[in-house]
């Protein structure tokens, strides 16, 4: 580990930011499904400057997913720090979870981004196609490391050449984030 200090990017433009991001890696954590495939996020901006978060993962060929709202640490600042906000269990939501989301690297065009915070305990390589050239892929590895990142935790997220199709979000009232707890 190092006493380096994680940086966020600065000059994020958050309208650029929204859309669909899919995750072609990840640190595993207890709150996604081990087995997850086509995994994918998708942020909406809302009038009043907050975002919509829709994470999505497929697992047996089953969607599920979660729902919560991200800020920016500091409006007035520019550095990409936001904090996002979940309610656990997503059945019954009553206890908030609150957790940093800096974006750390983000390609000129919006295209990829590297995905972190302050503990290092999570790591995303998020690009807005569901393939990316390895090319890419070990240049953002490269980003990671420099902020201190062990990157030989991260998994390869399976994602298909085609996305799954676009669904409306049904109130299946998130049995999928206790499914993941036991490891399905």
Known sequence: MTDQ?????????????????YEIACFPSLFQPKTGTNTRATYTLNPDGTIKVLN??????????????????????????LKVKFYVPPFLPIFPITGDYWVLHLGDDYQYAVVGQPSRKYLWILSRT?????EVYNELLEKAKEQGYDVSKLKKTPQSETAPPEEEVPDDKGIWWLKSLFGK
């Open 130 to 134: 569901p393939i990316m050239e390895d």
């Open 56 to 81: 999505e993962t497929f697992t047996d060929g089953k969607r599920g997913f979660i729902q919560g709202t991200a800020y920016k640490v500091d409006e007035s600042g520019d550095e990409a720090k």
């Open 5 to 21: 200090q994680v940086t966020a990017a600065r000059g994020l433009d958050v309208n650029r930011y929204m859309g669909r991001w």
